[in-house]
């Protein structure tokens, strides 16, 4: 487990993170609309002007690939020059009894990353100054939702690095049943539900560097950020351990 670990940069503009977005989950999922199809336009239309009101920055992402080793649920990883860190992973109680340490490649990798669209909260307040209630909710839900599309986005780099996906992309479809290979997980959620293991990020990523920090209780601040671990094994699915 020798040699430094490389950081690569991402940077992005929203124009080129948008045709990753998924607007069934902007406007069913974030904005809650359920409506008939005519309002479903009007709220797409809506959407779209708020989107040219206001000034989003540059979206900026940070990868690296950590060589790790699988011991029992322990995952150990090796981000030289810094000591080894160890992270404990729940394993079903029931079976199929998965845990994310079974999912190891030989290659002994695992990918992290972050990705954050900035600040939101100067833009919502403004529109909130002036009254706009309705556009803040859409602004938020913008800033939160181009922050998961840029995930996706770099998730897929990842995946190209490791030959596993075409360049060009999977479809909409793939992408929301995640019908590929190399599978990404993030604190706090079911296969990896302890979100104080957020540190790992904070440990081997300079995430100051794209203006991500973490609060006392774990949570990544600005809002619109994500951190996740990428698993190439070809067996690695989504499951819940709790």
């Known amino acids: 487990m020798c040699g430094l670990n490389h950081v690569t940069e991402w940077e992005w ?57 699988s011991i029992d649920n322990t995952i150990r990883f090796f981000p030289n020059p810094k000591p080894p860190l160890d992270i404990v992973f729940p394993r079903q109680t029931k079976a199929p009894f998965n845990c994310l340490a079974d999912y190891v490649n030989p290659t002994g990798e695992i990918a992290l990353f972050a990705v954050t669209a900035g600040d939101s909260s100067r833009v919502i307040a403004s529109l909130i100054k002036h009254g706009q209630l309705a556009d803040a909710v859409i602004a938020h839900a913008l800033f939160v939702q181009v922050a998961e599309a840029a995930a996706e986005l770099l998730h897929h780099q990842l995946r190209v690095t490791a030959g596993l996906d075409a360049r060009n992309g999977l479809s909409e479809s793939d992408m929301e049943t995640t019908n590929y290979t190399g599978k990404r997980f993030s604190f706090g959620y079911g296969a990896c539900p302890n979100l104080a293991d957020q540190h790992l990020f904070q440990y081997c990523l300079p995430l100051e560097q794209i203006g991500i920090t973490l609060t006392q209780t774990h949570m990544l601040t600005p809002e619109s950020s994500v951190t996740a671990m990428v698993f190439n094994h070809p067996n690695a699915t989504y499951f819940s351990a709790v």
Do not use: C, Y
């Open 13 to 69: 503009t929203v124009d080129s993170i948008w045709p990753w977005v998924s607007q069934r989950a902007l406007i069913q999922l974030h904005l809650g609309f359920r409506g008939p199809h005519r309002n479903a336009s009007q709220l797409k239309e809506r959407v779209n002007r708020v989107m040219a009101s206001i000034t989003m920055p540059p979206i900026k992402g940070l990868s690296v690939w950590i060589p790790v080793q």
